[in-house]
């Protein structure tokens, strides 16, 4: 240890510039790569680890020719919809849209097929199919036609007639999904341990194809909703225009991350620009701690683009977090240099730091390493961008560390030393005060703290993980508004689709139909359909059943199934349902060009499966996602019959859902390792169970009472706010560390417990102080973000950080006084 001491005096107190000369060689190398730096809002970026539900939805949305690659523009006219102008305003519109060379086709109320003709049968179907824009039609019967039939109304009109949408679909090219799908084989095959070195060489040939795919996509796709946004404004002055949609959401939120890294990046920075010369007064103290933060964020920052590793909207904070960890390291080395100029003003500047580094090594690697814990702590969330967060902070966090201790006193050996700051005579900071009230009402200071504790408990077993996707976004964002104006009008926004496998093979003995005196074309025969077919008018009927129960519930919106468009077919067959033999020709006689409409997405005969797509009501407040899958599932099972294995629930409904329900898990998980950990380092760094007790109190309650706060105020845990506590200890603890480890060295000066922390709200109180002063400014600049759960992430952080500041000078002190931990008083 004294070797590597004494390589360290003469690397970086002897011989700065080769050190800065070091360092500056990586800080090249880091920036090498920063223009590979990327962003992801994708929909692997918003679900578990692993989350099969993800494979099944791609693997269903292929199947059915599904697919959620489309912009929805809802158009209001401030007149009548079934006007001349309107009708031919809408046109325009759609017409400049598909004109858009990434547009693949357009689906509105103009190009639809009305379905609705005098001369129209099962038999004239093909050619008497009419449309607006093909067919003079008049508009009110268009307008009767499109309310009267079963697929449009909540889909591409509102029931009031006042809204229409336009699909403008955004094809995917063929070559994602086949690089998606072999990316994820072999990703399989190197999970199982079954990756030979070609197929290695593969996989990292095909990740690389897919992330180069990925990002010119994304690049196309914003300047594509950019062009369709430009082609909307033309048209706001004659209605009321939205934007929604999968892509238009992806690609908003990678336009709110970048915001948001350059909006609180430069804030905080300028926040703390300003708090440092505020507090410290000399340009050294403003231009080290600056100059320290912007070098990890550097490195960071180059180490993601040289590993490819995007930001996700929740890791998105990185930049602030470490700007803010960065600094609260610097300020502790700063106020320790500034007492010691004080105390030894003869001593030179070499020495200075000599004295600060050896007092402030240690306390300040298990503040670091307290906090790296709190953030790996996250990796064992299960949520994939909770654990890409998790091990990015824990990165930056070694590197805030090193720098701090290295590039810190270079930066100070080379400058001119700051002139110390003198303090008048007789005067005290602010942070004696909380000395004082400690002393005087200690009782008042446990009692508080065993009601805010109670208070914490309660309001935690009041905190829930249903949440609104729509309520992540403020409300005059376009997401918001958009998605709204979907809920309420056009049958809801968020997709659930049920599939459900038909099971009920023929064996052998039952190839052929007609050697049961059952006629399985119209008749119900006992002991089931004998025929390999959905068509049939047995399991027609239960998937009518299923549609009808699902219509029937208040959180859904749209139902579409077969049932929808066999009640078409009904309608066309002059209002009478299609008998047993109908049925079973319906794929023989709908048009080629309506099977994508209303067959292919509802029934694959190749894979045995029958598809009911939901929309979910997003905006309704009584929404429980995970009530609703389970009522849904146990009705299906218990009360209609399906077996386990014939049912599939996919889509982002429940990709979403299983992340929710993860968090409380999680939170759980996450909180019992950091204080299991912080616990062990308490032991290890103070070597007395005691102090590791009396230290893991304050930070409890911290955690607690944001914790609390969020249930009191009846705000669900979401994939932001699920990281606070965890990351509140680990910031919290610091103060804690550096608290008890000053009381330890005050204490043994004259073995008085009152006076020892007098003197150590003096000092090390105010570097306290300090840090969380810069923590709150730093994380109060996230309320100017347009995602709510950064927001929340910003204030509860912020409020966290104080209630561990006042838990450290009152709690703390208050229980060091009440067990004595480090001793009796007056003797050695």
Partial sequence: ???????????????????????????????????????????????????????????????????????????????????????????????????????????????????????????????????????????????????????????????????TAIQVNLPTPDEYFDLLFRRNELRDLERAGKLDGEQARELERVSDDFTALLERLEAERAQTIADVRTILDNYRDQAEIHLGGVPMIASDMIRFIQNDLSTFGVGVLIFLLLTLVVIFRRWQWVVVPILCCGFTVWL???????????????????????????????????????????????????????????????????????????????????????????????????????????????????????????????????????ARVTERFGGTVLIGSLVLAVLCVAGMARLSVENSFIDYFKSDTEIHQGMLVIDRKLGGTTPLDIVITDLQRPDESQTDPFVSDCDPFVDDCEGGDLRDTWFTWQKLQRLEQVHEYLASLPETGKVLSITTTLRLLADVNGGDPLDAMQVAFVPAFLPDDLKPILLTPYINEEHHQARISVRLIDSMPELRRDALLEEIHSHLTEDMGFKEEQLLFTGMTVMYNNMLQSLFD?????????????????????????????????????????????????????????????????????????????????????????????????????????????????FSILVLSNFLPTIYFGLFTGFAMFMALMGALMLLPRLILLVKPFGPEGSR
């Fill in 1 to 163: 240890m004294r070797s590597l001491y004494r390589f360290y005096d003469r690397l970086v107190l002897t011989h700065p510039w080769i050190t800065l000369a070091l360092f500056a060689l990586v800080l090249l190398v880091a920036s090498l790569k920063l223009h590979q730096f990327r962003l992801d809002a994708s929909a692997e970026s918003l679900v578990l680890e692993n989350d099969s539900a993800l494979e099944d939805y791609r693997t269903i949305n292929q199947r059915f020719g599904a697919s959620d690659d489309f912009l929805v523009v809802t158009y209001t006219p401030h007149g009548d919809l079934f006007s001349r102008d309107a009708i031919d305003t809408l046109r325009h519109l759609r017409n400049d849209l598909a004109a858009l060379e990434p547009v693949g086709s357009t689906n509105s109320i103009l190009n639809v097929p009305l379905l609705h003709s005098p001369e129209l049968t099962l038999d004239t179907v093909e050619s008497e199919i009419l449309t607006l824009d093909e067919n003079d039609v008049p508009l009110d019967r268009a307008r009767k036609s499109l309310l009267s039939n079963p697929l449009y109304p909540n889909m591409l009109i509102s029931e009031d007639a006042s809204t």
């Fill in 666 to 778: 999680s939170q759980i998980r996450t909180l019992g390792i950091v204080f299991v950990a912080i616990a062990l380092m308490f032991l290890a760094l103070f070597r007395s169970l005691k102090l590791a007790l009396v230290g893991i109190v304050p930070n409890l309650l911290a955690a607690g009472s944001v914790l609390g706060l969020m249930g009191w105020l009846g705000i669900p845990l979401d994939m932001m706010t699920i990281t606070v506590a965890a990351i509140t200890v680990g910031i919290a603890v610091d103060d804690t560390i550096h608290y008890i480890h000053r009381f330890r060295v005050e204490f043994e000066k004259d073995r008085d417990y009152i006076a020892t922390m007098h003197r150590c709200h003096q000092s090390i109180g105010r570097a306290m102080s300090y840090t969380t002063l810069t923590i709150i400014i730093g």
């Fill in 300 to 434: 960071v920052s180059g180490y993601l683009g040289w590993m490819q590793w995007p930001v996700t909207v929740i890791s998105s904070n990185f930049v602030s977090l470490l700007l803010i960890m960065t600094l609260s390291l610097t300020i502790h080395l700063m106020v320790r240099y500034r007492e010691y100029q004080q105390e030894n003003p003869d001593q030179d500047q070499k020495q200075h730091l000599r004295d600060t580094l050896t007092a402030m090594v240690k306390p300040c690697f298990y503040m670091a390493l307290t906090t790296m814990v709190a953030f790996g702590s996250l990796t064992f969330s299960g949520i994939r961008p909770v654990i890409d967060f998790g091990w990015m902070m824990t990165l930056g966090l070694a590197l805030a560390f090193a720098i701090s201790f290295l590039v810190f006193p270079v930066l100070v050996s080379l400058l001119p030393e700051p002139t110390p700051r003198q303090l008048a005579p007789g005067s005290l900071p602010v942070t004696d005060a909380f």
